[in-house]
């Protein structure tokens, strides 16, 4: 079925169930001056549910960090429907806000406050009271092993205590919802573990992750469910099983390719016959 | 708590831990005025120090040459013209003063007294002009003897005798002229460019660090987001204005080098004038820093900021430098000068000083402040509300 939008932008949009983030033909369409309209989300439509992470998986300017974009509310989309913890992103916006928690590499921590500050800043923002603050705090701070630092600027942490930082600013308001873009991109290895750990304890305690990535092993690791996204077009969903039995292929990283219609220009024959 | 609040104080927390706002916003402001003080007031105790320049004269018989020596003046004799134009080129004379031939009128000789100075050396003027005064001095003691000697009272000498009588205009004690000139001009600059060191970090920094991104998915709207911003913003102009404040309040205290004659009629601040100065302040510190978070919200990143900063500074530089020469033109009493965002703060800021303040002329600056300042801040919301630019990068 073509989930696209239509050219007027004003999709058909059905009852939305009660899931905990939906969306519904979403689309995003931003005018260029060089390149006219670009279509960076067209047609999006998935769901996904409590105690789940779900994936969406795409290479760089897919459309991934967009849709996660017009969910968190920073976007407004050019058509379509989502909605987030059963409230309408375009219309319970501060609703919205409130029940999720959004991490991403690229979003970084204000250097000049102290990582206590940092979290007890968004704490506040979140509507955590006084009261509630100093025992969550406790938690967090053992939770995530951040004694040693809390009290230390933000400017002068190490990139693995600026990641604990930054999910414990996730985390501290205990949304139903969380939001992962490329959680691990330039990160190394241990915390990159740490955070895939963080993330699986969440769909454990019953939260709706939402992950978006382009590293196949998170995918395969992490994911219950997976929307695969090229060029703002859903091209697939599913388990990781189902895209490898769609696609007739062994490895998620082939029914990725095939799902992409992605076409080798490197000719191995050519090549060799040249060299 | 309130978001905006609570985005309020996580700024000024922010801003109060960067050097760059604690020198740009508190010292600087504070600094400069006292250099300032110091400077002019060094400068106009120089110009009142007139027995210290020396005159140099060509050597003569004339007998008014004989009574001028009898005055104050530092006089030193030379040989000839050409030692006194060498002297003047080599910087070491500033007056030489030549007795010429007299000129024949047949019954009558007209003195000739040639004065030779560099006439772009302000000294060479002051000299000039001590000279004038003393040889006039001369004259007329000369003219008094003559008057006495025929049995007429000295004073017959100056037929018309001129008398200063100031008349009180407004509350009464006033700043000087050059306090007049210089503190409305620094109130007003320092509530601008105070701001600087925060306004390109404040939205377009945000933007450049990736932090604004994580403060927008917050459950606090844009507008309460922005409304934090500005009062932060406002704040550091203000104090940043008020450093300046202090700065003068301190030299006129601390009698530093050079300020005593500056501060002689005081600073002009009474409780009234403070009042009406904060009461004009306010609105003009609210439209700044409207302004500034206009210019910070449109720019991608902190370097575009600062260049759009430094475009804006020139538009506000210009009236606020034509204030401080405002007292030199009738420009003042004008009524349309209090239509000029800037210039009319720094105009009414000077009448306060003065204790002359023109209620209608306050009320048309304080109300144009605030109108300023209310579309300001409405741009800056509305700005900060719209995708395209808040996510411009």
Redesign the interface.
Same mark, same amino acid.
């Given at each position: 079925m073509d989930q696209r939008c239509n050219p007027s932008g004003s999709a058909t949009v059905k009852p939305l169930a009660t899931k905990m983030v939906i969306t519904e033909k979403l689309c995003k369409h931003f005018p260029d001056p060089k390149k006219g309209l670009v279509k960076a989300v067209d047609g999006v439509s998935f769901q996904a549910k409590p105690g789940e992470i779900f994936g969406l998986l795409g290479v760089n300017g897919a459309g991934k960090t967009t849709t996660l #974009?017009m969910l968190?509310?920073?976007?407004?989309p050019t058509s379509g429907r989502a909605t987030v913890n059963g409230f309408d992103v375009a219309t319970e @916006?501060?609703?919205v806000? @409130?029940s999720?928690g959004?991490m991403?590499t690229?979003?970084?921590? /204000?250097? #000049?406050?102290t990582a206590r500050?940092m979290i007890a /800043?968004?704490a506040?923002?979140? @509507?955590v009271t006084n009261s509630e603050m100093k025992s969550r705090m406790a938690f967090a701070i053992d939770k995530l092993n951040m004694g040693e630092f809390i009290d230390r600027q933000c400017d002068k942490l190490s990139t693995g205590q600026k990641q604990r930082v930054s999910i414990a #600013?996730t985390i501290f308001h205990d949304p139903p919802v969380l939001f992962f873009d490329e959680p691990t991109a330039g990160l190394d290895v241990v915390t990159s573990q740490t955070v895939m750990e963080f993330i699986e304890e969440a769909r454990d305690n019953g939260k709706t992750v939402i992950f978006s990535t382009h590293i196949m092993s998170e995918v395969e690791r992490l994911c219950d469910q997976i929307a695969v996204i090229h060029d703002g077009i859903l091209m697939g969903q599913g388990t990781v099983n189902e895209l490898k039995t769609t696609t007739n292929e062994q490895t998620l990283e082939k029914a990725f390719l095939k799902l992409v219609r992605f076409e080798s220009t490197w000719n191995r024959d050519t090549e060799v016959a040249r060299s | 708590m309130n978001p905006s609040l609570q985005v309020y104080k996580k700024e000024i927390m922010e801003m109060l831990r960067d050097k760059r706002v604690r020198s740009g916003a508190f010292i600087t402001p504070m600094f400069v005025v006292l250099m300032m003080v110091m400077l002019f007031g060094f400068i106009m105790e120089s110009v009142g120090k007139k027995e210290n320049i020396p005159v140099h004269f060509v050597k003569t018989s004339d007998p008014l040459m004989t009574q001028i020596r009898e005055s104050k003046l530092q006089l030193h004799e030379i040989s000839s013209e050409a030692v006194g134009k060498s002297l003047i080129l080599s910087g070491k004379a500033r007056l030489v003063v030549v007795f010429d031939k007299p000129k024949d009128f047949g019954n009558f000789q007209q003195k000739i007294i040639r004065l030779m100075y560099d006439d772009k050396e302000e000294s060479a003027q002051i000299a000039k002009a001590q000279f004038m005064q003393a040889l006039s001095q001369t004259m007329r003691d000369g003219i008094e003897k003559q008057l006495v000697a025929q049995g007429l009272p000295k004073e017959a000498a100056e037929p018309i005798k001129f008398e200063d009588s100031p008349v009180q205009v407004g509350s009464g004690k006033g700043a000087s002229t050059m306090i007049l000139s210089l503190l409305p001009y620094m109130i007003v600059l320092f509530a601008f460019t105070g701001g600087f060191s925060i306004a390109s970090d404040i939205v377009a920094g945000e933007k450049e660090k990736s932090t604004l991104e994580t403060l927008l998915i917050t459950p606090a709207s844009r507008t309460q987001i922005v409304l934090g911003k500005f009062f932060a913003l406002m704040t550091v102009c203000f104090c940043s204005s008020m450093s300046a404040l202090f700065g003068l309040v301190f030299a006129s205290i601390a009698h530093l080098p050079g300020t005593a004659k500056m501060m002689e009629s005081g600073l002009g601040l009474t409780p009234q004038s403070v009042v009406l100065m904060l009461g004009l302040l306010l609105p003009l510190v609210a439209f700044f820093a409207g302004i500034l978070l206009i210019v910070s919200t449109y720019a991608r990143n902190m370097r575009e900021a600062q260049t759009y900063l430094a475009l804006v500074n020139l538009v506000v530089l210009i009236p606020a430098v034509f204030s401080q020469m405002i007292g030199f033109t009738g420009l003042a009493s004008q009524f349309w000068i209090n239509l000029v965002p800037v210039l009319n703060t720094a105009s009414n800021i000077r009448a306060a000083l003065q204790g002359k303040t023109d209620f209608a002329a306050y009320g048309a600056t304080a109300g144009i402040g605030i109108v300023l300042a209310a579309i300001a801040i409405t741009i800056a919301i509305r700005m900060f509300n719209r995708e395209k630019v808040l996510l411009r990068v």
């Amino acid at each position: 079925m073509d989930q696209r939008c239509n050219p007027s932008g004003s999709a058909t949009v059905k009852p939305l169930a009660t899931k905990m983030v939906i969306t519904e033909k979403l689309c995003k369409h931003f005018p260029d001056p060089k390149k006219g309209l670009v279509k960076a989300v067209d047609g999006v439509s998935f769901q996904a549910k409590p105690g789940e992470i779900f994936g969406l998986l795409g290479v760089n300017g897919a459309g991934k960090t967009t849709t996660l #974009r017009m969910l968190s509310t920073v976007l407004e989309p050019t058509s379509g429907r989502a909605t987030v913890n059963g409230f309408d992103v375009a219309t319970e @916006g501060e609703k919205v806000r @409130g029940s999720i928690g959004f991490m991403s590499t690229s979003t970084a921590l /204000y250097g #000049r406050l102290t990582a206590r500050e940092m979290i007890a /800043y968004f704490a506040g923002l979140y @509507g955590v009271t006084n009261s509630e603050m100093k025992s969550r705090m406790a938690f967090a701070i053992d939770k995530l092993n951040m004694g040693e630092f809390i009290d230390r600027q933000c400017d002068k942490l190490s990139t693995g205590q600026k990641q604990r930082v930054s999910i414990a #600013r996730t985390i501290f308001h205990d949304p139903p919802v969380l939001f992962f873009d490329e959680p691990t991109a330039g990160l190394d290895v241990v915390t990159s573990q740490t955070v895939m750990e963080f993330i699986e304890e969440a769909r454990d305690n019953g939260k709706t992750v939402i992950f978006s990535t382009h590293i196949m092993s998170e995918v395969e690791r992490l994911c219950d469910q997976i929307a695969v996204i090229h060029d703002g077009i859903l091209m697939g969903q599913g388990t990781v099983n189902e895209l490898k039995t769609t696609t007739n292929e062994q490895t998620l990283e082939k029914a990725f390719l095939k799902l992409v219609r992605f076409e080798s220009t490197w000719n191995r024959d050519t090549e060799v016959a040249r060299s | 708590m309130n978001p905006s609040l609570q985005v309020y104080k996580k700024e000024i927390m922010e801003m109060l831990r960067d050097k760059r706002v604690r020198s740009g916003a508190f010292i600087t402001p504070m600094f400069v005025v006292l250099m300032m003080v110091m400077l002019f007031g060094f400068i106009m105790e120089s110009v009142g120090k007139k027995e210290n320049i020396p005159v140099h004269f060509v050597k003569t018989s004339d007998p008014l040459m004989t009574q001028i020596r009898e005055s104050k003046l530092q006089l030193h004799e030379i040989s000839s013209e050409a030692v006194g134009k060498s002297l003047i080129l080599s910087g070491k004379a500033r007056l030489v003063v030549v007795f010429d031939k007299p000129k024949d009128f047949g019954n009558f000789q007209q003195k000739i007294i040639r004065l030779m100075y560099d006439d772009k050396e302000e000294s060479a003027q002051i000299a000039k002009a001590q000279f004038m005064q003393a040889l006039s001095q001369t004259m007329r003691d000369g003219i008094e003897k003559q008057l006495v000697a025929q049995g007429l009272p000295k004073e017959a000498a100056e037929p018309i005798k001129f008398e200063d009588s100031p008349v009180q205009v407004g509350s009464g004690k006033g700043a000087s002229t050059m306090i007049l000139s210089l503190l409305p001009y620094m109130i007003v600059l320092f509530a601008f460019t105070g701001g600087f060191s925060i306004a390109s970090d404040i939205v377009a920094g945000e933007k450049e660090k990736s932090t604004l991104e994580t403060l927008l998915i917050t459950p606090a709207s844009r507008t309460q987001i922005v409304l934090g911003k500005f009062f932060a913003l406002m704040t550091v102009c203000f104090c940043s204005s008020m450093s300046a404040l202090f700065g003068l309040v301190f030299a006129s205290i601390a009698h530093l080098p050079g300020t005593a004659k500056m501060m002689e009629s005081g600073l002009g601040l009474t409780p009234q004038s403070v009042v009406l100065m904060l009461g004009l302040l306010l609105p003009l510190v609210a439209f700044f820093a409207g302004i500034l978070l206009i210019v910070s919200t449109y720019a991608r990143n902190m370097r575009e900021a600062q260049t759009y900063l430094a475009l804006v500074n020139l538009v506000v530089l210009i009236p606020a430098v034509f204030s401080q020469m405002i007292g030199f033109t009738g420009l003042a009493s004008q009524f349309w000068i209090n239509l000029v965002p800037v210039l009319n703060t720094a105009s009414n800021i000077r009448a306060a000083l003065q204790g002359k303040t023109d209620f209608a002329a306050y009320g048309a600056t304080a109300g144009i402040g605030i109108v300023l300042a209310a579309i300001a801040i409405t741009i800056a919301i509305r700005m900060f509300n719209r995708e395209k630019v808040l996510l411009r990068v």
